[in-house]
């Protein structure tokens, strides 16, 4: 007779037949694992591994040879779906100390264990067993233990199916319902603590600080309360002046970092009250813990493509706040950015949210839009068509901060190479010039010029490339002549669509003069915002004339591609760069432009993995002396594969479109199987890796056992690439069939339908007849 069972007092049984009790394999983890421990009551064989015996074998090796035993008849039958009994922290040991041979706590196929591990099943109470094989099966039994462990669970009931998941599904699945929550942070009482976490801080003190812009005193004194009554947080809070992008000042913080207040609701205490909170916003991710520009945008595509509609909403609202407060939308939610923003792409985000609002409050959804764009045409104004940014003499934008010293969230050796010739010349430590340089005690104008167009770099986003080396403050770029023009396009479209062609401006701000030149920028004082309404027109004709500028100066008809245009030295730059792209995503392009782009130009770009972001020729050869940059040749970042898809569908370039998708979402799928789930910030689009040798390495690659976050925009690219893919196309992905093939096979499935037609011209001709009928 076999012994009585015994059991924790939270288990629950299952019958072995019972459909009711199957749970669906592919809930989320807190659904999936956050129920009570469940035990089968089916053949028990005396239950002999609840009382510490357990015959699962484990693998046997002799000498280089790895022996398993023949999968018999004794094995559960597949009629029924497959489950597993497994002790979490026992599975998790063994797993770990079989397969992980590096010791980084993943599975990769670069592991060198046996790849196969026997898996006790439900219906057996774990006597019979059943072998899991293969990187990705046993990469997901690590993660799924994770998981389980997560939620206090010592024992589970798992689903096969949980572990062989179609890859397209699963990582689809987990960027949609647990990506995004773990990138979600909130700057209020309850997220302080986590979004105040700096891993760029270099300062060495670690309490938190926020800093609260001037004409906010009920949000400055809601985080004091937050002090008061958190006092474990010693968390510092400061108020801003009015002007908090005075580049002295910024540099007076460089010692104090901190975040930057954001937006808020307010909302109800549950006492009849109101009590302000956070607005909710998506991070990048790794060591990007704040709210960025540019990455937001490409973000918000993801997360509107998952309906996530009042999530990217509220990112908007963030930027609205940023303009208004700080000036611009920051290059990050930092104080070492108050100088600096990023590409701008505030409208289309807008527009983009606007068209998925909930259509039950329309008058809400236009105030909302209203604000946006209002925010979007101070932006401009102030920013983007003012100097030092603008070139009156062409009419073009540039990258063009304003700010002093040495960039502070950089890593520590950053800019070795570059100080230390100076500091040799003045006989100090690096250390030493850098803290007497930053303090204005020596003074080096080289020293000046190269952190201008550094500054400059950082804030293109491309930070950094050859494209941009010692020149960048100087480059009308193509990619932010394009974003301007799509801006242009977007606030006239706006307010001629939505705002009955006039549009009153609500703060008051000086309006760049139309048309650009040098003696327009030379009259002073500039018309008031509130002087007249915004009309239409003008934004066309800034539009128009935008575009009659990219094509004098930055389009080359030659090559059949756009190129940076540098504004002191009067020519154009001739590094090939992918952005040239964007002008498609505008709309700038004329159709030939856009033809020329892609029947001379884009095979430039494309390689196994989609779009690299510039050409090998362009970026020069790579040494010891002068070492890889991360934005160019060979890496992809998800930006670029965004903006050409999109670019490339506006022109009606739909294949071309879908192929480059297929590409970066191949690359993408293959390493997120052959490396326990990794999605990580970029890829060496050549070698179609995620290890890349340039000088920040990569983000999104350092975790245990299961991935929490993805990368922000690389999550976005998966989901909008996959919007871009026809069913044919997703089923080859996820079974990581090669862009090679999987286009060779395409071609000659194409090459023989055309052949058959050449072959059949009675089939040929009696397509062609014209059949006439008399009523």
């Known amino acids: 007779m076999a012994p009585s069972l015994t059991h924790p007092t939270a288990v629950n049984f299952i019958e072995e037949h019972d459909p009711s009790s199957t749970s669906l394999p592919m809930k989320e983890a807190a659904d999936y694992y956050g129920q009570n421990e469940t035990f089968t009551r089916s053949r028990t064989y005396s239950a002999s591994h609840i009382h510490g015996y357990n015959p699962r074998r484990t693998p046997a090796f002799h000498e280089d040879t790895h022996s398993r035993t023949r999968r018999l008849s004794h094995d559960e039958k597949a009629s029924q779906p497959r489950r597993f009994l497994i002790d979490v922290e026992e599975t998790i040991r063994l797993v770990l100390e079989q397969e992980d041979t590096d010791g980084d706590f993943q599975i990769s196929v670069t592991d060198a264990g046996p790849k196969v591990m026997a898996l006790g099943t439900a219906t057996s109470n774990g006597f019979k067993t059943f072998d899991i094989r293969g990187t990705y099966m046993l990469s997901n039994l690590l993660q799924e233990l994770a998981l389980a462990r997560d939620h206090g669970r010592k024992r589970i009931v798992l689903d096969e199916a949980r572990l062989t998941e179609n890859p397209v599904d699963r990582l689809s699945r987990m960027i949609k319902n647990s990506f995004w929550h773990s990138l979600t942070r909130r700057i209020d009482g309850e997220g302080l603590e986590i979004i105040c976490a700096d891993p760029k801080n270099r300062t060495g003190r670690v309490n938190p600080r926020i800093y609260v812009p001037y004409g906010e005193p009920a949000m400055a004194e809601y985080y004091r309360k937050v002090a008061r009554d958190k006092p474990h947080l010693n968390l510092d809070v400061q108020v801003l002046p009015k002007k908090p992008d005075d580049p002295l000042f910024v540099k007076s913080l460089n010692n104090k970092p901190g975040i930057l207040a954001l937006a808020m609701n307010e909302s109800d205490d549950g006492r009849g009250g109101k009590v302000l909170k956070g607005i909710p916003f998506i991070v990048p991710g790794a060591r990007f813990n704040e709210l960025y520009n540019w990455d937001s945008y490409f973000i918000s ?68 839009l209203k604000r946006a764009i209002q925010a979007a045409i101070k932006e401009y104004h102030t920013i983007w068509v003012a100097e030092p940014r603008i070139d009156p003499k062409t009419g073009l934008s540039r990258y063009r901060p304003e700010g002093l010293g040495i960039p502070p969230e950089t890593e520590a050796t950053h800019f070795t190479h570059i100080l230390e010739p100076y500091a040799q010349k003045h006989g100090l430590s690096i250390l030493e010039f850098s803290e007497k340089y930053n303090d204005g005690v020596l003074k080096e104008p080289e020293l000046d010029e190269y952190f201008l167009h550094d500054r400059a770099v950082r804030e293109s986003g491309h930070d950094t490339t050859y494209r941009f080396e010692k020149r960048c403050a100087n480059l009308a770029t193509i990619d932010l002549q394009a974003l301007l023009y799509k801006y242009e396009i977007d606030i006239g479209t706006a307010i001629r669509e939505v705002f009955d062609d006039e549009l009153e401006l609500e703060e008051d701000f000086p309006l760049a003069p139309f048309p650009i030149s040098p003696e327009t920028y030379a009259k002073i004082p500039r018309t008031s915002s509130k002087s007249k ?156 890796s995620h290890l890349v040798d340039a000088e920040y390495g990569n983000q999104g690659i350092d975790f245990k056992m299961v991935p929490r976050e993805g990368f922000g925009w690389m999550n976005a690219a998966y989901q909008v690439g996959l919007s871009f893919l026809n069913s044919h196309m997703r089923r080859a992905v996820a079974a990581c069939t090669s862009p090679e093939v999987f286009f060779s096979a395409a071609n000659n499935v194409a090459e023989q339908a055309l052949q058959d037609m050449i072959t059949d011209p009675l089939g040929l001709a009696m397509d062609s007849l014209e059949i006439v009928t008399n009523d």
């Not at 997360?303 to 990217?312: E, I």
């Not at 760069?577 to 001379?600: D, F, I, P, R, Y």
């Not at 670019?647 to 799928?669: H, I, K, P, S, V």
């Open 301 to 368: 595509l993801g997360l509107l493509v998952d309906g996530k509609v009042t999530m990217a909403q509220g990112m908007v609202d963030h930027f609205i706040f940023e303009i208004k407060h700080y000036g611009k939308i920051l290059n990050g939610s930092r104080s070492y950015y108050l100088c600096r923003t990023q590409p701008p792409f505030l409208t289309d985000m807008s527009l983009q949210i606007f068209n998925q609002l909930d259509r039950s409050d329309v008058d809400a959804n236009r105030a909302w």
């Open 533 to 688: 309404p915004q009309r239409s027109d003008e934004w066309f004709q800034r539009a128009e004339f935008r575009k009659q500028m990219i094509d004098k100066y930055l389009w080359n008809e030659n090559k059949g591609l756009y190129f940076d245009y540098d504004t002191a030295k009067e020519q154009q730059i001739l590094y090939e760069s992918v952005t040239a792209l964007w002008a498609l995503w505008a709309g700038c392009a004329s159709e030939e432009q856009a033809w020329k782009l892609v029947t001379q130009s884009l095979k430039k770009f494309e390689v196994l993995g989609g779009l690299v972001s510039g050409t090998e020729e362009s970026r020069g050869k790579i040494s010891l002396d002068r070492p890889n940059r991360q934005w160019d040749y060979p890496y992809a970042w998800p930006p670029h594969q965004i903006m050409a898809w999109v670019g490339l569908e506006r022109y009606g370039y739909l294949e071309d479109a879908q192929r480059l998708a297929y590409r970066f979402l191949y690359m993408m799928t293959t390493a997120f199987v052959d490396f326990n789930g990794v999605v990580p910030e970029k890829f060496d689009a050549v070698k179609l």
